[in-house]
């Protein structure tokens, strides 16, 4: 199957530095990816859905000066998580949409991050 | 917009015991329906997909799920688990048409005890 790939899987930061997460599309190309976030014990939320070569668009409720995503090619996006706190500890996911293969979603391995 | 619910928070299950985890999902449009599977520690694997045709779906790891459209449900099943088996659950559904994202369940935690 396709695969996402997502760097770094853990990372610490101190708060109020900020923290870049990549999420590449390895073998296909992707005009769609999406950003999810999952709190301990808890499902995926959408944060933001991000389309090569424009803006990504938020959900309600996610601040999008604080969550930076770029989607410059067809084959990474990245969240940009500015000025982090401990509230923005949690488990990092993105997807991305398999171009002309139909509706099929495939997942990158998640980020961790620990603000500390 | 969609919505997806599964009722099952956290099953135990002895091995070798038949599975069925619920899913529910609101829309009034034509969807596609997946389950992931999320091992401990691990990311999100795919287990099975239903896009139109055959409403029984058989997927990876023995399971099928069976989309029932009058009942908007597409529960998951297994007859006879395995301890490997123990992970979360999740189910997700989309729009049919246009680029929509996955909305998920809450999930579902499976133990598989000896």
């Known amino acids: 199957g396709a695969v996402v790939s997502q760097h770094p899987s853990r990372v610490i930061c101190k708060s109020g530095t900020s923290v870049k997460i990549e999420c590449r599309s390895l073998d296909f190309q992707a005009t769609t990816m999406f950003w999810y976030r999952q709190f301990p014990k808890q499902s995926l939320m959408l944060m933001a859905t991000s389309n090569e070569g424009s803006k990504a668009t938020y959900e309600q409720g996610v601040e999008k000066d604080k969550f930076l995503i770029n989607h410059a090619s067809l084959t990474l996006s990245t969240l940009t998580v500015t000025s982090a706190h401990p509230e923005d500890s949690s488990f990092y996911i993105c997807?991305?949409?398999?171009?002309?293969?139909?509706?099929?979603?495939?997942f990158g391995e998640g980020s961790w991050l620990t603000v500390v | 917009a969609q919505s997806v619910s599964q009722h099952n928070h956290h099953v135990i299950l002895s091995e070798a015991a038949s599975l069925e985890l619920g899913c529910n999902y609101s829309y009034g449009g034509t969807v596609n329906l997946f389950w992931y599977v999320q091992y401990p520690g691990q990311h999100l694997q795919l287990l099975l997909k239903?896009?139109?045709?055959?409403?029984l779906v058989k997927g990876i790891k023995g399971f099928e799920a069976e989309f029932i459209k009058s009942k908007f449900s597409f529960n998951l099943r297994k007859p006879s688990v395995q301890w490997s088996d123990t992970a979360e659950y999740f189910c997700a559904v989309n729009a049919r048409s246009g680029n929509t994202p996955l909305v998920f369940g809450k999930g579902t935690r499976l133990s598989v005890i000896a």
């Open positions: 997807s991305a949409r398999v171009t002309g293969w139909g509706n099929t979603i495939y």
């Open positions: 239903y896009f139109s045709g055959d409403p």
